[in-house]
């Protein structure tokens, strides 16, 4: 499997007096104060990392996702990560989480796309017996 760095939302520039969420209004109203949620590479403890990363692994196996999938997590007040939701079928638009871990993995996103799309294609292959 190729697992893309962890991302985290920055909500740094958001008031101190507003919930921490990023929703509907930090994706699609520009004039919105969630506007200023960014996603960055997360800074988190390897062994963080490491359960993230496994949990995700099998969860992909366990719920025969294909091809690709983004595994959306948050941590707790204690910092233990908790599983939000699985994406089997996350957007591929240039500007998207997908989009946004493959470039801090240093993929562009047209070898994100075409990393996709060669899974997809060998998949079908051996489901074929091609």
């Known amino acids: 499997y190729k697992i893309l760095p962890i991302s985290e939302e920055d ?20 004039d919105s104060i969630y506007w200023k949620i960014k996603s960055v ?10 359960f993230i990363e496994s949990c995700s692994i099998k969860l992909f196996e366990r719920l025969e996702c294909r091809d690709y999938a983004r595994f959306d997590w948050r941590l707790n007040a204690e910092g233990e990560p908790k599983l ?5 079928n996350p957007g591929w638009c240039w500007d998207g989480h997908l ?5 801090y993995a240093g993929i562009s996103y047209k070898e ?9 294609e060998k998949r079908i292959e051996l489901n074929n017996g091609k």
């Not at 989009?99 to 470039?103: G, I, P, Q, R, Y």
């Open 84 to 88: 939000l939701e699985v994406n089997p």
């Open 11 to 30: 909500y740094s520039e958001i008031p101190e007096n507003m919930p921490k969420i990023c929703g509907y209004e930090a994706k699609w109203l520009p």
């Open 112 to 120: 994100m796309l075409d990393e996709v799309l060669v899974a997809a």
């Open 41 to 50: 590479p997360a800074n988190l403890p390897e062994e963080t990392i490491h």
């Open 99 to 103: 989009a946004k871990m493959a470039n």
